[in-house]
């Protein structure tokens, strides 16, 4: 008989043998590291020469820059003083991206307050800013859009959609520029739409459509089946099914309630498409752009019950609270009362001429999807009469993000393009700035970047016009969730970008430059952004952008910004230099930091030719991705320069780094002198609500070393070694 002990040992070497086998099989699988099993914290980065074959090369004083952003009232005197412009500067970025906020508002932008409108005796119509002024321009505005067909935008989204705001004294129209009388092509390539989200399921048969001037002789009713109405996406394959009374007769303009289904379908999204316009104007008008497009004064979808009694399911409200409607389009046409002063951008002399561009090449905007182009064609003729150093245009902002059809925004593209090639044959053009890009695997079941992208390429190829393309461009801002823990976000961002910018490359004409014209942690405001990992972040999208072949960057968050919060979570924001209520700087965050290290120290000499070689390292997760990022640059007198990036939140790494010739299969020998490192030694951020603060703000430490082994990485921590 066993005793006690006997079987109490027995049990013990049973439990060892079972952890044992447990452990061997995470190992084997990938779940446990063996860098973790090892429990060393030791790694290696490895550079990979090929001799005259760099990844990519590029010139730091012309393709590492900020952007400029338009900001809420009365913020942009407080952040454009001369004092602040002048720390703005230290951190090293050259070329500046002008972001345009009126364009994510759904407004027009009044580059110049002064100029004419269509309609003059009514200050009213479609305007036109002079290309001449009588004093510098210090800020500009946006103008609200009277005939708004959307509820939601991408800016101060606190306006509404005129289609369900209860009034039909008011109405949405489409843009006229897309008809057929600008386009000069069939209208049935440009069917303009509205949609409507009930918010949840109803059973629906019937609709109701109160027309303004132009109306819809024909139009189709359809609704959205087997969606996600978390991500609602129009133009996913196979999402739209027709009702069965679906293409309706209008030509006699008439408001009545239409049955469009005998048995009422279980339906959230509806989708109403219009070709065929009656070319009439509310009033007597000379101006054509009166008469083109379709317009709805108000709309009701619902059910039609066996008395014949209309049930709308809609809510309609001049606010937020009426149901969420979207457009294909917004006629640009306004009034001088619509100037929206909650939103101000900086005015074109001010941005100029007070020192923020350094006299670099400016990458401005073209306002394409809620303006005219004659005042786009205005604002290049005053660039030019001033000498404004602007040779490239960004067409539009955020179309996919709006919603707009890949091919009215070619369309509306190729019209704007071809004028202002015909003004200056030397300006370069790209665009369409998308919000983001998917970084996840192409397949057939979603309407991507990338398939937006290849048709519109397809429609500027098929008029022979890819040479009025010049450019790609999105903005980079991977995390929506900053209450999630930042580490494992930071070591999913390389993946990230590497397969978005993969993904758009593929579908690109060869040789493309890739712009990236804004770029930050997030598209909202939290904690994460100043603390140290903003600065990692940063740093991280940089490298890895360049090291994939990405011409110019633009750092978002260059001018001094003020603390925000869009969750419960922390208050931050992507800036490198926090304000006060009076515009003066108290700090500088660890992006700030983190940035200059980047352009005084990594990528140097600021204006020499700096080529990019790929870097292996063995420091990985469970998940294959890299615990301490490297990029690596290679200047014309071959001294190499490496940023490290140690995304372990909690342990040291010591590194050994080398260079492999791969094409002779050597390792070349590298004695670097300068290590100059940044991490929570340095920096320490207080979160206290909108009184947060920096209690700790040193420089970057900078050392001189021997050679590039054994090299200390604290945790969360930026290095450079050259």
């Known amino acids: 008989m066993l005793t006690r002990i006997q079987l109490i040992n027995d049990v013990m070497k049973i439990f060892r043998f079972i952890i044992r086998k447990i452990f061997l099989l995470f190992f084997l699988t990938g779940f446990i590291n063996p860098s973790f099993a090892q429990a ?178 024909k139009y189709k009713v359809e609704y959205a089946k087997g969606n996600d109405p978390q991500y609602f996406d129009p133009y996913e394959p196979g999402i739209w099914h027709s009702f069965p009374q679906n293409n309706i007769d209008n030509s006699k303009q008439r408001n009545d309630i239409k049955k469009i289904s005998e048995k009422p379908e279980l339906v959230r999204f509806i989708r109403f498409s219009f070709t065929e316009s009656s070319y009439t104007a509310c009033k007597i008008s000379n101006d054509i752009r009166d008469k083109l497009g379709f317009a709805v004064k108000e709309m009701e979808v619902g059910m039609l019950d066996a008395k014949d009694n209309f049930h709308d399911r809609m809510h309609h409200s001049a606010s937020h609270n009426q149901s969420v409607v979207y457009v294909s389009s917004t006629d640009p046409w306004h009034t001088a009362k619509d100037i929206d002063y909650n939103t101000e951008q900086p005015g074109v002399d001010r941005f100029f001429t007070d020192g923020i561009t350094l006299d670099q090449p400016s990458l401005m905007p073209a306002a394409l999807l809620y303006d005219t182009p004659d005042n786009v064609l205005s604002l290049i003729k005053y660039l030019e009469a001033k ?77 022979n016009s890819l040479n009025l393309f010049n450019f790609f461009s999105f903005e980079w801002y991977p995390f929506d969730n900053l209450c999630a823990p930042s580490a494992p976000q930071l070591a999913a961002a390389p993946g990230m970008i590497s397969m978005a910018m993969k993904n758009i490359r593929n579908v690109l004409p060869a040789n493309t430059p890739m712009y990236v014209t804004e770029y930050g942690y997030s598209a909202y405001e939290g904690k994460p952004e100043v603390e140290i990992q903003g600065a990692l972040m940063y740093a991280d999208i940089l490298g890895k952008f360049m090291e994939l072949g990405g011409s110019k960057s633009f750092l978002y968050g260059y001018e001094p910004a003020f603390l925000q919060q869009s969750f419960n979570c922390g208050y931050g924001n992507n800036m490198l230099l926090g304000l006060n209520d009076n515009g003066k700087i108290k700090y500088k965050t ?133």
């Open 590 to 722: 660890a992006a700030f930091y983190g940035t200059q290290m980047l352009t005084h120290f990594w990528a140097q000499p600021v204006d020499s030719v700096l080529e990019v070689f790929p870097s292996v390292s063995t420091i990985q997760n469970r998940k294959r991705e890299s615990l301490v990022s490297a990029y690596s640059l290679r200047n014309s007198a071959g001294k190499w320069s490496v940023m490290l990036i140690n995304k372990d939140p909690h342990r040291t790494w010591n590194v050994h780094i080398s260079v492999k010739d791969i094409s002779a299969n050597k390792t070349i020998t590298w004695n670097p002198m300068h290590l100059i490192q940044y991490s929570k030694d340095q920096y320490q951020w207080e979160a206290e609500g909108m009184n947060s603060y920096v209690s700790k703000s040193l420089p970057p430490v900078v050392k001189n070393i021997k050679g590039a082994t054994n090299v200390s990485l604290p945790p969360f921590s930026l290095t450079v070694i050259n």
């Open 387 to 463: 000498k404004y150093n602007v040779k490239e245009l960004e067409m539009g902002e955020e179309p996919e993000g709006q919603l707009v059809s890949p091919t009215d925004y070619a369309a509306l593209y190729f019209q704007l393009a071809k004028k202002l090639r015909s003004l200056n044959h030397n300006i370069k053009m790209g665009g369409p700035c998308f919000a983001s890009l998917s970084s996840d695997e192409e397949d057939s079941t979603t309407f991507t970047e990338a398939k937006w992208t290849t048709l519109f390429l397809n429609y500027l190829k098929s008029r």
């Open 40 to 217: 060393v914290n030791k790694g290696i980065i490895q550079i990979l020469y090929s001799p005259g074959h760099p990844l990519n090369t590029f010139v730091p004083s012309k393709n590492i820059g900020g952007a400029v952003d338009g900001h809420f009232k009365g913020d942009i005197d407080k952040m454009l003083t001369h004092e602040n412009i002048s720390e703005m500067k230290l951190a090293g970025l050259k070329p500046v991206s002008y972001r345009l906020r009126t364009e994510l508002a759904g407004e027009v932008w009044h580059w110049n307050p002064e100029g004419k409108w269509s309609d003059s005796l009514k200050q009213q119509g479609y305007w036109i800013s002079d290309s001449v002024t009588s004093k510098p321009i210090e800020l500009s505005y946006g103008y609200r859009l009277p005939r708004r067909g959307n509820t939601l935008d991408q800016a101060n989204n606190d306006s509404y959609s005129r289609i369900s705001d209860g009034d039909t004294a008011t109405f949405w129209k489409s843009n006229p520029y897309l008809d057929s009388f600008y386009t000069h092509e069939s209208n049935k390539l440009h069917p303009q739409w509205i949609i409507v989200d009930l918010g949840k399921k109803y059973r629906i048969n019937a609709i109701q459509i109160n027309w303004g001037n132009p109306y819809a002789l």
